[in-house]
T-cell receptor, first 115, second 112 residues
Framework: GAVVSQHPSRVICKSGTSVKIECRSL??????MFWYRQFPKQSLMLMAT?????????EQGVEKDKFLINHASLTLSTLTVTSAHPEDSSFYIC???????????FGSGTRLTVV | RKEVEQDPGPFNVPEGATVAFNCTYS??????FFWYRQDCRKEPKLLMS???SGNEDGRFTAQLNRASQYISLLIRDSKLSDSATYLC?????????????FGGGTRLMVKP
């Protein structure tokens, strides 16, 4: 149980285009999801906290207009990288909190390459 | 100062060796502590939680020292399959809930 599905697992896009990444909790409801970014040989850095039915909370230095987060239902949060540039190339991972039992579950990650 | 600090390694050890990693955290309000394992290009996976009394799971032993604000992970009888990056993770209360803060990870390479 407690599976989080993240899609796509890998995407290559052209500079200037937008990419949407989906994160779904398959067998539990997630009122809170987290979006992380990981550059090569670095740790996961929290980008934003996604709350169902309300605006996401962004960490310092993360542009909210560039990384659009939508958490429209209790099982789906999406991250859209708008006007992607090569420096946005990274590994993006979502995480959801389950309440019973309490714990964190990670999606399998999305490797974004902007060319 | 980073909130969670780890020695990045790499730790290169032979099969069968015992290896230990340490991690320090700066926020005394931290409530929960974990070790995650991350394989190359994969998502982190929970290895074990860390309890105040210390806990053991097979070849893995985790310890927590709240007074000194550090966490340790001991791996006995290392296997080739233990090669990975080990992330120290701390759960810090924030805003409306809790959030995980990750250390930079310690890379372990077990050699035949």
């Amino acid at each position: 149980g407690a599976v989080v599905s993240q899609h796509p697992s890998r995407v290559i896009c052209k500079s200037g285009t937008s990419v949407k990444i989906e994160c779904r909790s398959l067998d539990f409801q997630a009122t809170t999801m987290f979006w992380y970014r990981q550059f090569p040989k670095q740790s996961l850095m929290l980008m934003a906290t996604s709350n169902e039915g309300s605006k996401a909370t962004y960490e310092q230095g993360v542009e909210k207009d560039k990384f659009l987060i939508n958490h429209a239902s209790l099982t789906l949060s999406t991250l859209t990288v708008t006007s992607a540039h090569p420096e946005d190339s990274s590994f993006y991972i979502c995480s959801a909190i389950r309440t019973d039992p309490y714990g964190y579950t990670f999606g399998s990650g999305t490797r974004l390459t902007v060319v | 100062r980073k909130e969670v600090e780890q020695d990045p390694g790499p730790f290169n050890v032979p099969e069968g060796a015992t290896v230990a990693f340490n991690c320090t955290y700066s926020n005394s309000a931290s409530q929960s502590f974990f070790w995650y394992r991350q394989d190359c290009r994969k998502e982190p996976k929970l290895l074990m939680s860390v309890y105040s009394s210390g806990n053991e799971d097979g070849r893995f032993t985790a310890q927590l020292n709240r007074a000194s604000q550090y966490i340790s992970l001991l791996i006995r009888d290392s296997k080739l399959s233990d090669s990975a990056t080990y992330l120290c993770v701390v759960n810090i209360p924030f805003r409306a809930g809790n959030m995980l803060t990750f250390g930079g990870g310690t890379r372990l390479m077990v050699k035949p």
